[in-house]
């Protein structure tokens, strides 16, 4: 990736860390939750440095290493008592403001397309809608917890629709990385997400968008809120 401009891994990497301090403003400042996230930050920055996700062709996949942790720690913090108490404890307010930043992620794709470093279909005049999310954020946001004006069946829904989003360009990417399984975009494959900081947006800012509609369907469907 070092033929990019350089402008393109700042804005990403600032929109990551921006997505890393909302999250940590919805657990109420939770130092325990600062350290987990800086610290996997950390470890996938020296990852992707390395170069350790562009060799594609082992088994299992290096890949597994930047996404199983975080949809592993999901799935436990879904299933025990202490983790729901913590679902349960999150701002969804701030959580419902974290998806604003799926709009310079998008910018971000758009640019790395441009580039040739990602396919068009992972992009917003591609297959991918995402920038739908982040546009209707800070309206849900004021019109669902400032006005109260939008119903918990809307929110829901809302949130139900941004994870459908979610899962398209997700599986789109995966089946267009240059991995055996490769499905789509041979001829200019999503090469961006093996390198840091990109290798960021499948490690972190995904799993912390899923989360986040994770946790904030279930404090609207058990009426914690």
Known sequence: MDNLPVYIGIVFGLTTILSGYIFYKATVQSRNTGVILISW???????????FYTITDTMP??????????????????????????????????????????????????????N?????????????????????????????????????????FWNGICLVLLFNIVINGILSAPFPFQQFAFDQANMAVLYFPFNWLPGFIVPLVLFSHLATIRQLYYNRV
Request: no cysteine.
């Open 41 to 51: 930050l950390i470890f996938q920055a020296g990852l992707g440095l390395a170069g």
């Open 61 to 114: 996949p290096r890949f597994l290493l930047l996404v199983l942790p975080p949809l592993l720690l999901i799935i436990f913090l879904f299933n025990n008592a202490r983790g729901l108490e913590f679902i349960d404890s999150l701002d969804i307010k701030t959580l419902t403001i974290l998806h604003t930043i799926r709009i310079p992620v998008e910018v971000v794709l758009y640019w790395l397309y441009i």
């Open 116 to 156: 040739r470093a990602v396919p068009e279909l992972m992009t917003f005049s591609g297959r991918n809608l995402d920038i739908l999310s982040g546009i209707s954020a800070p309206i849900v946001f004021y019109l669902g917890f400032i006005r109260k004006s939008l119903s918990k069946k809307f929110l829901i």
